[in-house]
Structure formats: C-alpha cells, structure tokens
T-cell receptor, first 114, second 112 residues
Framework: KAGVTQTPRYLIKTRGQQVTLSCSPISGHRSVSWYQQTPGQGLQFLFEYFSETQRNKGNFPGRFSGRQFSNSRSEMNVSTLELGDSALYLC?????????????FGPGTRLLVL | GIQVEQSPPDLILQEGANSTLRCNFSDSVNNLQWFHQNPWGQLINLFYIPSGTKQNGRLSATTVATERYSLLYISSSQTTDSGVYFCAVEGYYGGATNKLIFGTGTLLAVQP
C-alpha cells in the first residue's frame, strides 16, 4: 500500500506570494492533518480535515487555510507569504480519525520564502 | 494544553551502546507515538503506544499512562539510528481529534 505523498517536495517563493501544497493520504484513510516544522518553534499542528470538513485548527493566522476533497486528498494554502513561513510542512493521515490510532506522515514539502 | 517534555535533548553514543529516551506529558492521553526523523525530514513511525510495552527488533517502548511518561529503549545502537526522536501525544478533548502535540525531540548521534 502506498504511503502518504506530498507535492511538491521543494518550493521557493518570494514574500507576498501565495502557495498551495498537496497531500494524498494512504488509501482508505479519511483524516488528513497538517503540521509546520521550524527550528525555532518545532513541530506545530496547523489543522485537520475529516470527511471534507475542518475538524481542528491550531494557532495560526488566517493566511493559512486548507481543504479536503471527496477522495480525501488535501491541500493547504498560505497567502501573502512572510519570511517566517519558511518551514517544512508535513501532512499525516489516519484511517478513521478517532485520535486513538497511528498517524502516518508524508515526506514533507520544504518551503523557502525569500 | 498538554505539555510534552523529552530528555535528554542530545545524546552521543558509541556504536553498540544502549540508550533510554524519556517523554513526560502533563495530562491524560489517548494517543502516544514515537517517531524517528531522518536527515531528509521524514517522520518514521516507531510505536503507537498510549499504554503498555511494545518491542520491534532492537527498539522497545513502555508507556506508564498513570504516571504520565513513556520510555524508548534503543539497544545495540547503529549509526543508522542517528537522527531526532520525537514523542507526540494527543489528549482527551471530549471528541474525536487528531491533533498531535510534539515534544522538542532528542537528537541522537551514534558514532562508529
């Protein structure tokens, strides 16, 4: 069974631009969560989608948004990029989204904002 | 919210040595996972262990939920074990949720 995939793997943008990242969960998994990893803040939860609905949201500004499609694939969007948005963005999927199960992570997208 | 503390922050071992990594958490959890982050950033699942003990080859983990800590044991360490080890937990929020709270990690370097 294929693992979680993320595209693109690397991205360079300039301040003020917007970016869209994509995540395809493991087949049969309905929950997709997004995390941001930076050297200063570590790994932080962005949001979670389950059955096309945002179920949880972390403490990030409204410039960070996401959505989930009927096939469970998810996208996250960051508008008006800032230098501090440079980070590794990871998505994770789980089967039923109960919280009582293993979450599997993708390889991540490295975003550099210049 | 739940606080997750990992110790030690850094660890240097000689190949073949054993080590114990600790994760303390501040509240009851319904999910606890250990991950190994490789040099390319991929988080690799090691254990899903909200309670009890599990073993997988040279690795084993124990979570004592009532005392709010978990331990990851690495035996006969190899250079390929190098990387950052994270503990992540999810608390009870009164409903289904998949919000993992990560510790700050333990950076392990295994020298040949």
């Amino acid at each position: 069974k294929a693992g979680v995939t993320q595209t693109p793997r690397y991205l360079i943008k300039t301040r003020g631009q917007q970016v869209t990242l994509s995540c395809s969960p493991i087949s049969g998994h309905r929950s997709v969560s997004w995390y941001q990893q930076t050297p200063g803040q570590g790994l932080q939860f962005l949001f979670e989608y389950f059955s096309e609905t945002q179920r949880n949201k972390g403490n990030f500004p409204g410039r960070f948004s996401g959505r989930q499609f009927s096939n469970s694939r998810s996208e996250m969007n960051v508008s008006t990029l800032e230098l501090g948005d440079s980070a590794l963005y990871l998505c994770a999927s789980s089967r039923a989204g109960t919280g009582e199960e293993t979450q599997y992570f993708g390889p991540g997208t490295r975003l550099l904002v210049l | 919210g739940i606080q997750v503390e990992q110790s030690p922050p850094d660890l240097i071992l000689q190949e073949g040595a054993n080590s114990t990594l600790r994760c303390n958490f501040s509240d009851s959890v319904n999910n606890l996972q250990w991950f190994h982050q490789n040099p390319w950033g991929q988080l690799i699942n090691l254990f899903y262990i909200p309670s009890g003990t599990k073993q997988n080859g040279r690795l084993s983990a124990t979570t004592v939920a009532t005392e709010r800590y978990s331990l990851l044991y690495i035996s006969s360490s190899q250079t390929t074990d190098s990387g950052v080890y994270f503990c992540a937990v999810e608390g009870y929020y009164g409903g289904a949720t998949n919000k993992l709270i990560f510790g700050t990690g333990t950076l392990l370097a295994v020298q040949p």
